[in-house]
């Protein structure tokens, strides 16, 4: 216990991400200016899944899922680093620091489960297409959905618990723009070696085993969609599939590096470079990833954009006098 109160006496300091790049002012409008363009897009295609009957099938619902992860996961750490950075302090609490290691590790256990059941539904929708509205149905969807929220809330209170339990005695500045897990270790004056094998070995399971189901998927998604006679129908396939494996790809891509690689073959300002990948430019991609590769959503943003043309048409209409036109 006196560990525990001894570290909840004082402050973490953020060292944060515009203090390893000499134009500031930039790089904190880039930040800024990819964190509303990430909101923006994702907001929307949340918005049209639900608007859009068309939309309204397994994939989209499962899509709308990753969309609230890649809402949340800016919305963690980007506000208070501008705030940070506006404010010119650094500080969090340690009841902060708790918040975002539980909620950043919440939405990245599910969204790497998510993704792997993204994989099975494209497996059965081009491998199964006959028993996909039975393997797929509404309530198969929702305990995919309830079971990846449901693993990423274990796994980030088991995670949150032991790190916050060790004593932080030493030196509070958290070479990170937010706090991780990975960066917030080093600042203990404890021994952390057990937890930090222990998390590199739950970091195979959940890094390499969705990676190997997501791989197994495609393959033989792969060799249902080179088998189709239809080009027209393959042409569907492989590009829905294809938005997919590119997500797939900018997610784990930093994931692996990040916790998979030791540290000492990455410096803090690699570190944080990789955290800004997955946790701003990823979600910010993954809409006009879906949104410019899938027909379905682009007819939707078409229509929802006629009608409200259409009504913007007929208000003016009924404002302006009969004389005008």
Not at 32 to 43: D, E, P, R, S, V
């Amino acid at each position: 216990m006196g560990h525990v109160n001894h570290s909840v006496a004082s402050d973490f300091i953020l060292v944060g991400l515009f203090s390893h790049s000499g134009s500031h002012q930039l790089l904190f409008f880039l930040v800024a200016a990819m964190f509303l363009m990430g909101l923006l897009g994702n907001t929307v295609l949340l918005f049209l899944i639900h608007v859009d009957y068309r939309l309204h099938t397994p994939m989209y619902f499962l899509l709308s899922q990753l969309s609230l992860f890649d809402i949340g996961f800016p919305l963690v750490t980007i506000p208070k680093m501008a705030s940070d950075f506006l404010q010119g302090e650094s500080f969090i609490s340690f009841e902060g620091c708790a918040a975002q290691i539980f909620f950043l590790t919440l939405m990245g256990v599910a969204e790497g489960i998510l993704l792997t059941l993204m994989s099975y539904d494209r497996y059965v929708a081009v491998c199964h297409p006959l028993q996909y509205p039975l393997l797929m149905r509404r309530q198969v969807c929702l305990l995919m959905v309830g079971s990846s929220w449901l693993a990423g809330m274990l796994n980030a209170s088991v995670q949150t618990s032991i790190t916050l339990h060790f004593p932080y005695c030493a030196s509070r500045i958290v070479d990170h723009f937010f706090c991780e897990v990975p960066a917030l270790l080093k600042l203990s004056c404890a021994d952390t070696s057990a937890y930090e094998l222990a998390l590199s070995t739950s970091g195979v399971l959940i890094l390499v085993l969705p990676l190997s189901l997501i791989a197994t998927s495609y393959g033989y998604v792969l060799g249902a969609i080179l088998r189709m006679r239809s080009e027209e129908a393959r042409n569907k396939a492989f590009t829905t599939c294809s938005s997919h494996i590119t997500v797939v790809g900018l997610f784990y891509g930093a994931a692996v590096f990040m916790y998979m690689v030791p540290g000492a073959y990455h410096n803090p300002h690699q570190d944080n470079v990789l955290s800004l990948f997955y946790s701003l430019v990823t979600p910010t991609l993954n809409p006009l990833i879906y949104s410019l590769r899938n027909r379905e959503v682009r007819m939707a943003l078409i229509k929802v954009l006629s009608s409200a043309g259409l009504r913007f048409n007929i208000v003016k209409m009924s404002i302006l006098p009969k004389d005008v036109y």
